[in-house]
Structures are given as structure tokens and as C-alpha cells.
């Protein structure tokens, strides 16, 4: 895991997606990566509140990919929008690993990041505090690795 880790891509951002990217973000990506896609509307509250969440975790998760991307840019029926969102779909390596449709039905209409990495955890879709500690100073420590070289090349 730890190896794995190392040498997947690390993001740190969320990343907004339009319509044609939805796709190619989680099936061109590398097959360690956890992708998190949020599909969202502005108008409903706890969509808002799982954007503002998922900027919090996309800094303290930076080996997970997290992306958000509107339901009218990604053709799902009038119906899943006013009924199914906010809705959260988790892959790795091109599979589903999770599937949530109105997750303010867990959560309530506001919540907080906390609020949402616990269900993401209890649901074994993010790694736990520990775990996530031991991946962070292995990226700080292989980052420093590559600044601190002793090699000289003339």
C-alpha cells in the first residue's frame, strides 16, 4: 500500500469537471487512485456543503482524487436530479466501489468535513487517521528525499 501510494499521483485539489472529462477521470486514471465524483446542483443546500467538505478533504487526502461535476453537464434525468443529489460515486482501478445517492439523508442538509470523512471511512473508502498520517510523512519524506540529494551531476 505504501509503495503504491508513493508512486501514484498526488492531487490535493478538487477538480471540477465538465460532461466529456467525467469519464476519462476515472477510467485514464491509475488503478491505486481512489476517485471521489460528487455529483451536484448549486441550488440545493447540501450539495453546497459537500463541495465545501470535499476542499477540505482533497488537502488532508491528497493521494484520493476528488472531483465535482454538475448533474445538467452529465445527462442524468430530471427526476435523479431533483431526488438523487447530492450524490457520491467512489471507483479505483475503473470499479465502483461506492454509490451513494442522497447522502443529506445521512448526513443532514449541512455537515462538515468531519461529518463526511467519518461516513467515508466507516464505509472503508477512505483511509483512517493513522493510516492517513503514515502516507503523508511518506510523501513529505520522499519529497525531502528529492530535494536533499547528495548526488551532484557536472
Do not use: W
Not at 459537500?50 to 461535476?69: D, I, M, R, S
Not at 454538475?70 to 438523487?84: M, P
Not at 470523512?117 to 493510516?131: C, G, I, R, T
Amino acid at each position: 500500500m505504501r509503495t503504491a501510494a508513493k508512486h501514484s499521483p498526488t492531487f490535493g485539489k478538487v477538480l471540477d469537471l465538465e460532461g466529456d472529462e467525467y469519464v476519462d477521470a476515472i477510467d485514464n486514471e491509475n488503478e491505486h487512485v481512489t476517485v471521489m465524483v460528487h455529483i451536484y446542483l448549486d441550488n440545493i443546500v447540501a450539495c453546497n456543503a459537500v463541495n465545501g467538505c470535499f476542499q477540505c478533504l482533497a488537502k488532508e487526502y491528497p493521494k484520493v482524487k476528488f472531483c465535482t461535476v454538475k448533474a445538467d453537464k452529465v445527462q442524468v434525468s430530471k427526476s435523479f436530479s431533483t431526488s438523487a443529489l447530492p450524490a457520491l460515486l467512489v471507483y479505483r482501478g475503473g470499479n465502483v466501489l461506492g454509490n451513494f445517492v442522497r447522502v443529506s439523508d445521512e448526513l443532514g442538509e449541512d455537515f462538515y468535513s468531519n461529518d463526511l470523512e467519518a461516513f467515508l471511512q466507516q464505509h472503508s473508502l477512505l483511509p483512517s487517521k493513522e493510516e492517513q498520517a503514515m502516507l503523508n510523512s511518506s510523501i513529505r519524506s520522499s519529497a525531502k528525499d528529492d530535494e536533499d540529494s547528495d548526488l551532484e551531476l557536472d
